[in-house]
Nanobody, 124 residues
């Protein structure tokens, strides 16, 4: 599975962006998917996850109420809608795929496939 994340860019605080993660090589309809981010000088952190059916979603506390993860299995794509962006959201955002539906969705090691990352910069 190859994952390509795109949709990042420069936005002012309070603005919005929608990230997309397009999968190729295999259908991801039975994969759980996640978004992670890495801010400058920091480690990579969990942001959001969605199970294979889309019925279950999880978020890090700092983005709850502002970000929404969703998926369109027919398009082999996962999305991250980011509203009310803050300068603290500045990071490279990565999508990842977990083919085994591990319960530890916050842990990087459960994801077997990773996209290349897309940069989100939020100016104050």
């Amino acid at each position: 599975v190859q994952l390509q994340a795109y949709g990042g860019g420069l936005v002012q605080a309070g603005g919005y962006l929608r990230l997309s993660c397009l999968a190729s090589g295999r259908a991801i309809s039975v994969y759980d998917m996640g978004w992670f981010r890495q801010a400058p000088g920091k480690g990579r952190e969990f942001v959001a996850a969605i199970n294979w059916s889309g019925r279950s979603t999880h978020y890090v506390d700092s983005v709850k109420g502002r970000f929404t993860i969703s998926r369109d299995n027919a398009k082999n794509t996962v999305y991250l809608q980011m509203n009310s962006l803050e300068p603290e959201d500045t990071a490279v955002y990565y999508c990842a795929a977990d083919p085994k539906s591990n319960s530890d969705y916050r842990v990087e090691s459960v994801y077997d496939y990773w996209g290349q990352g897309t940069l989100v910069t939020v100016s104050s």
